[in-house]
């Protein structure tokens, strides 16, 4: 199963965007990359996914690398409602979901 | 339209004993995937149902299982409890196909937080 590295936490201000990065050096050609958040108390909630060029909808944009072995997620303005843990994912044809321990996003007012 | 429900949101069993818990999915999705959410390990996935089968499975013991029944609705069962099965039991459903697609997208249910004793 191919992994993310992410990295454990990140802070951001209100308003700011916030580019959270993530590492799949071991992507496969099929590897779907999503990102889902998870709030306190909740289930992961989707964000946004991609395969090869870059994404955007309402939440946020995702950027893909080239070699398709890193992304970032970009949150254009922070807001407090934003502060979760962010898991960046690789989801292949099989129906898994392999998570990784996620960036905790802490947005400061 | 109604999202992804589970049932019951929190229990509380002692160790030994069994616990069946339920997801209903979003109307039309026929995949429901199950994971087991602890601070120490995270989120893990359990199993995937299909169409009333099973199509993938996570490294667990055999005392955990799980079954879909023929409107999409799944239960999964854990039988002789540990104290070590306290978690946050989640189930997301997707409209995946019958061949699956990474693309497809998964909705989570708010969990069911089981405590052992």
């Known amino acids: 199963d191919a992994k993310t590295t992410q990295p454990n936490s990140m802070e951001s201000n209100e308003e700011e965007p916030v580019h959270l990065p993530c590492n799949h050096s071991?992507?496969?050609?099929?590897?779907?990359i999503h990102w889902y958040r998870q709030l306190p108390s909740q289930g992961p909630e989707y964000v946004i996914h991609?395969?090869?060029s870059n994404v955007n909808n309402r939440m946020a944009s995702l950027a893909i690398a080239e070699d398709r072995k890193s992304s970032t997620l970009i949150l254009h303005r922070a807001t407090l409602r934003d502060a979760a843990v962010y898991y960046c994912?690789?989801?292949?044809?099989?129906?898994?979901?392999?998570f990784g321990q996620g960036t905790t996003l802490q947005v400061k007012p | 339209k109604a999202g992804v429900t589970q049932t019951p949101r929190y229990l509380i069993k002692t160790r030994g004993q069994q616990v069946t818990l339920s997801c209903s999915p979003i109307?039309?999705?026929?995949?429901v995937s199950w994971y087991q959410q602890t601070p120490g390990q995270g989120l893990q996935f359990l199993f995937e149902?299909?169409?009333?089968?099973?199509?993938n499975k996570g490294n667990f013991p055999g005392r955990f299982s799980g079954r879909q029944f023929s409107n999409s609705r799944s239960e999964m069962n854990v039988s002789t409890l540990e104290l070590g099965d306290s978690a946050l039991y989640l189930c997301?459903?997707?409209?995946?196909?019958?061949?699956?697609?990474?693309?497809?997208?998964?909705?989570f249910g708010a969990g069911s937080r089981l405590t052992v004793l």
């Open positions: 991609g395969l090869t």
């Open positions: 997301a459903s997707s409209l995946a196909g019958q061949g699956g697609s990474g693309a497809n997208v998964l909705t």
């Open positions: 109307s039309g999705h026929r995949s």
């Open positions: 071991t992507i496969s050609g099929t590897d779907y």
């Open positions: 149902y299909f169409s009333e089968t099973q199509r």
């Open positions: 994912i690789l989801r292949d044809n099989t129906g898994k979901l392999i």
